[in-house]
């Protein structure tokens, strides 16, 4: 009688171990030749294989009351399990006396002390030297260590020797030692020999019965092989019998998987039942997991708003970064910048991935098209994120920002910081020889020239005074974009309103800095400026300026003109102008400007400001021609941006100069600003090809 | 401070070192390895204290000073000491926890080292070459004294791999490397990189019985030249880690303390177990660790300064050794009684223990 007898080892094994063979090569240990599969019956659907050999020694030895131990002892490890009928017959005879080392040496053995086993043995041996233990206490031993030995290997990813183990022991390969064939099989698929551990999980799914093992072998052929071989497995499920398989889960996760290789990558669509089965799973659980899937793959898929829904589910869920970093994109995605940037911001510091949005999405904020109204503190929160970041793509947008908003010297600064950044960065480049120029500054302006003249065309059709194109987008001025570095504090400003192009920022700061707050606390409750003091009636003008009161901002420019000094009346016209231009005076505003002699920066300003208003004026009551002749005194003394190049198109078109109107509208599309150009385009296209009918 | 060496020191220096070299030559081509007996030289009492403070049931060996963790060195002691003591049931203990949890790295070299702690229990699965040899040699030592097949093959296949995977070469020259990764040149900037104390030199002539395709000669013989070299210099003592990049100018290896320390201690009981008593340096190193000057401690060798002095009767019997050896002088009667403490010093003072029995017995 032989251990090996409940020992199930099948020919689609000895496949694999063929290969073992091979892979250990000539220069390892030798494997023994492929072992031949041992005749065994495969195990009924429920019952383990049970280590019987001690009940047979027992029985053999007629040692009854051991029997009866071991029984109980079995009975209590496999429940279903039933003594061999044969045990009888084992027992030769009457009893003969019992060795009694034997028993010890199996009590032993049953405890798992396999180290004073082998050291009883050696001990017994070491006085009698022909005494030899029973054969299936020496297999069982061999069985044991060696499935330590494999289980010890694998723990360590030491797959060759977990493979030369199970060669040399195939009795170990049985559904007793489910761990073991799952250890195997891993191996395997560790050594490149996945089809060898798809057979290994199919010898199992095929001859073993424990419904628990059964999944979990699913389960683990998840962790290490292809999806369509997982897949396959699935036909060997057990839809009958007392103890029916269910392998729902590993189909459902199958499909997860499929939806999630799919998540990130447009052009791969999932089938409707997978969605469905992902659906399903959210319905089920309350992981942010599939959620997070569904709702990278309605993302990736065109439908940001349901990813978006799907996303704040993540995140009630717990999901975390992946889910905050999801939502933040899906509200960009929906062109609802400002709150992407507001809530990305609360999680820019959670992980690399969560600051890489949040930068995009406040270069995104600070660059959109139209135009935000950006508050003062979303712009000074974004600027030491940028800084600490050193984002080049965050300076040079900050830079058009500033730009845009006419603060030109921070423009400058941040353009430089950009560049010193991204040195390559041609667009910061050029934005720095624009704010150059608008400065005045032309040391700055020759030195960014002379550096790209040769890389950059545009700068060098700045350089030569070729009509140059405004780039990037008209801004309300909202907020003071703060210094690169150091961050400053807010500071007082002038807002001006109009939500049309070319405002004008004053530079006034120097002069209202001081006491600002409590100028704001003033001018609410001073009433008139008549009899102040004239440097008190500027900073009330200013102050009810931000305060968006500009008539009564008039009044107190007035008295500042009326009373000040040279320097104070400058300033208080330059108020004045804008107030009215916020009221869109424009007239009002150019007298105003005349009365007193003006900086040749805000001259320059102040002249631009009005002549733009007027031409839109002209444009709005459908007076074309005046628009492009106010245009045109205003391109003269600065460069002309899309929008009133826009303007400028479309009164062509209104004139039926369709030639001019086509080249203006191809400048700007070149420029970068192609929506509205390319409608503009469309439109000349429409009216120079007569009835396309 | 080496850079201040006076112009006539230097040379003088220079001159003595490449006479200690072509000495070392010659000298490392005249010793021999004698072999050693070992079974049923270490008292059963001795042997027993050890095994009851230092051994599982398991057949785990535990070095209690390190966070009782396990290691291949430990488990290759152990199964010398068992041998020695004629414990077959020790043994047996001892290996078959050796092999199933810590032979099991795909090269057949032995993983070094295991921790009750850690998940999995071998904590770094990278081999230890002193340890290999130590094992492969107590097998093969048993195998023959019990008779015992399983031990002998089991040896072999070590001694195989061990010669397979950690004899290095550079230039003409064969050399024993400490790991089989991470230690060659190649493998860090100042590699190669050896340990001298796992040069267990009684273990070659054994393990080339049973791996006779590999140069187990040659490289114990590279080990004495080694030795010789790296004592040739002021303080005459190695660093444990050497970069022999130039083999005539071995220094201490980047990132280890250049010290004469807990390895290198053993570099003297292997030379004394070996038969190697000739060699000059054992006598300038009993000197050094006689009672009258700084005792066995743990040294720079660069500065020469002590860092630690050892008073472990495990480390006081090595100096007990060497003048037994080479002055006939008894162990001292405070060294007799064992009392074990800590795993590594008892360790050193049964090995001593177990040679005295085998060649001096009159010194104990």
Known sequence: ?693 | MRGFAKRGLLLSCLLAGVLSIASSMSSAQNVSVQPLNVVGTLPTAEWEAYRSKFIEDSGRVVDNANGNISHSEGQGYGLLLALAANDRAGFEKIWTFTFTELLIRDDGLVSWKWDPEAKPRVSDRNNATDGDILIAYALAKAGTAWNEPRYTTAAQKLAAAIGKHTFGRSGGNVFLLPGAEGFNAGERPDGPVINLSYWVFEAFPVLANLAPEYEWTRVWREGVTLLQQATSGRVRLPADWLSIQSRMQTKPADGFPPEFGYNSLRIPLYLLRAGMTDLEWLRALKVRWSAENEGVAVVNVVTGNVRERLNDQGYAILSAALACVLDGTPVPDTLKTFEPQLYYPSTLYLMTKSWLGEKHPQCV
């Open chain 1, 1 to 693: 009688m032989r251990l090996a007898s409940s020992a199930i080892t099948i020919a689609v094994l000895v496949l694999g171990f063929a290969a073992i063979a091979q892979q250990v090569g000539p220069g390892g240990t030798q494997p023994s030749p492929a072992p031949s599969p041992a005749p065994g019956t495969p195990a009924s659907p429920n019952q383990p294989q049970v280590d019987e050999s001690a009940l047979r020694y027992f029985a053999s030895q007629g040692d009854t009351r051991r029997v009866n131990a071991e029984i109980a002892r079995l009975r209590a490890l496999y429940p279903n399990w039933t003594p061999p009928s044969d045990l009888s017959q084992l027992s030769s005879g009457p009893a003969v006396a019992v060795d009694p080392i034997i028993e010890r040496l199996w009590n032993l053995y049953k405890e798992d002390r396999i180290a004073e086993v082998r050291a009883a043995i050696a001990e017994r041996q070491s006085t009698d030297p022909n005494w030899k233990p029973p054969e299936e206490l020496t297999t069982a031993l061999n069985s044991v260590e060696a499935r330590r030995r494999l289980t010890n290997a694998s723990d360590s990813s030491q797959w060759r020797t977990v493979l030369t183990v199970a060669t040399e022991n195939p009795n170990l390969l049985t559904c007793v030692n489910v761990d073991v064939l799952w250890r195997v099989a891993e191996a395997f698929a560790k050594t490149d020999q996945a089809n060898r551990a798809r057979d290994v999980y199919t010898y199992l799914l095929t001859n073993c019965g424990n419904p628990g093992e059964r999944l979990a072998t699913l389960q683990k052929a998840l962790t290490v092989l292809p999806e369509t071989q997982v897949a396959d497995l699935l036909q060997f499920e057990r839809k009958t019998g007392e103890a029916p398989d269910n392998f729902d889960s590993i189909r459902e996760e199958l499909a997860r998987r499929r939806v999630e290789r799919a998540s990130n990558d447009d052009k791969t669509t999932a089938s409707a039942e997978d969605l469905a089965v992902v659906e399903r799973l959210i319905r089920n659980s309350n992981e942010p997991g599939p959620v997070l899937v569904l709702a990278w793959y309605n993302y990736h898929h065109g439908n940001p708003a349901r990813a978006l829904e799907l996303f704040k589910t993540a995140l009630d869920r717990n999901g975390g970064n992946k889910a905050a970093e999801g939502y933040a994109m899906s509200l960009r995605a929906l062109e609802r910048i400002a709150e992407a940037e507001a809530f990305a911001y609360d999680w820019r510091d959670k992980a690399p991935e969560n600051m890489k949005v949040y930068l995009d999405v406040a270069t995104a904020l600070l660059t959109q098209d139209p135009p935000p109204r950006l508050e003062p503190r979303v712009v000074s929160r974004i600027v030491p994120v940028v800084t600490s970041q050193r984002f080049p793509d965050g300076a040079q947008a900050l830079g058009w920002y500033s730009y845009n908003t006419s603060q030109f010297a921070t423009a400058r600064d941040w353009f430089r910081q950009a560049l010193n950044w991204r040195a390559e960065d041609e667009p910061s480049a050029y934005g720095l020889a624009l704010s150059t120029q608008r400065l005045n500054d032309k040391a700055g302006f020759n030195a960014i020239v002379a550096q790209w003249r040769n890389r950059s065309e545009r700068i060098a059709d700045l350089a030569d005074g070729t009509t140059p194109v405004r780039p990037g987008q008209p801004r309300v001025p909202q907020a003071q974009t703060t210094q690169p570095a150091p961050v400053q504090a807010e500071t007082p400003r002038v807002v001006v309103e109009r939500s049309t192009a070319v405002e004008v920022e004053p530079r006034v700061r120097t002069t209202t800095a001081t006491g600002s707050t409590s100028g704001r606390r003033n001018c609410i409750m001073t009433r008139s400026a008549d009899g102040m003091a004239p440097d008190a009636a500027l900073t009330l003008g200013w102050c009810l300026m931000e305060a968006n009161r500009p008539m009564e901002a008039v009044n107190a420019f007035d008295q500042a003109i009326r009373r000040g000094s040279a320097r104070t009346r400058e300033e208080a016209a330059y108020g004045k102008s804008l107030a009215y231009l916020r009221k869109n005076l424009t007239s009002e505003a150019a007298v105003a400007a005349a009365q007193a002699p003006q900086t040749g920066q805000r001259r320059v300003e102040l002249g631009a400001s009005i002549l733009a208003q007027r031409a839109l004026a002209a444009y709005r009551d459908g007076r074309y021609v005046e628009t492009i002749l106010a245009l045109s005194e205003r391109a003269r003394i600065v460069p002309e941006q899309n929008d009133l190049m826009l303007i400028r198109g479309w009164s062509y078109f209104k004139l039926g100069r369709h030639k001019d109107a086509e080249k203006v509208f191809r400048a700007v599309q070149r420029t970068g600003y192609s929506e509205e150009a390319s409608v503009g385009l469309n439109a000349v296209l429409e009216a120079s090809i007569p009835n396309r009918q």
